[in-house]
């Protein structure tokens, strides 16, 4: 005699299936009655350096209050570290959007690979300053000898390239206020250090947000003793990509409060 079937379980894949279903029917009739849905992934802009007008005005807004309106000062806009095949194109661009001269401290391995980048910063109205061939800091504080031959190994690219000997330098890391020796020995050579006074910190890790960055910028332009000649300084390499997307807030909230923007070596008006 055949005894009474038994009830066998549903297979685990089959269960996964029905559950997968009811969610996706529940989701459908929560879209039909007015439930936003997450939107779907934009395509790339044509530019990977972009922020909006809607950033630019939010990193303004949010800028100290003291830095008024009338605020009338001096700015040089001082970007290190490059040249690079992707950022410098895109700052050279941004610069020329807003007629704005900055002073680019160049490291003479990266203008050997972009010297047509050299060529073209210095075409446009740029000053190219010298931030050393190296960039080593082991080599280049070695001695007094070692960081005069890095700048001046430095300084005969920048000619070949741009007919100009640029005197004005930046030591890598601002290591000068530790190696007086070094400092007295370049200053005898005829150079003249050029440090900063409002730093953006780009140069963290991890990398600060766009928005940050140049908010860094706009909350120590508030100090009015820093307004005679405020010295910014941002970094350009593929890694600092969101200074580059941080430069039109900078720039256009300083244009709007009364600062104008300089080169070194220009005479006070």
């Not at 600060?208 to 910014?232: C, F, T």
């Amino acid at each position: 005699m055949v005894g009474p079937l038994k009830k066998q379980p549903f297979p685990l894949t089959f269960v996964l299936l029905l559950c997968l279903c009811g969610y996706l029917a529940a989701v459908s009739r929560e879209n039909t009655m007015g439930v936003t849905v997450l939107p779907a992934v934009p395509e790339e802009t044509t530019s990977p350096f972009s922020i909006s007008e809607e950033d630019v005005l939010q990193v303004a807004s949010a800028s100290p209050a003291s830095v008024r309106q009338t605020a009338t000062g001096r700015v040089y806009l001082t970007i290190d570290d490059g040249p690079d095949i992707l950022t410098t194109p895109a700052i050279l661009d941004i610069l020329d959007r807003y007629g704005v001269r900055a002073t680019f401290f160049v490291i003479g391995r990266q203008a050997e690979k972009f010297p047509d980048l050299i060529k073209e910063m210095h075409s446009r109205g740029h000053y190219i300053g010298n931030h050393t061939y190296s960039h080593d800091y082991r080599d280049i504080y070695e001695s007094k000898e070692a960081f005069l031959s890095s700048i001046q190994k430095n300084e005969e690219l920048i000619f070949r390239l741009t007919g100009t000997r640029p005197k004005y330098i930046r030591d890598p890391g601002g290591k000068l206020r530790e190696f007086r020796d070094i400092r007295e020995h370049a200053e005898e050579a005829g150079y003249i250090i050029m440090g900063w006074n409002v730093d953006s910190y780009d140069s963290r890790n991890p990398v600060p947000h766009s928005k940050d960055i140049a908010a860094n910028v706009l909350s120590q332009a508030e100090h009015e003793h820093l307004w005679p000649g405020m010295i910014i300084l941002l970094h350009e390499t593929r890694i600092r990509q969101n200074s580059v997307e941080a430069l039109p807030a900078i720039i256009e909230t300083l244009i709007r409060r009364g600062f104008t923007f300089h080169l070194p070596g220009e005479a006070q008006e």
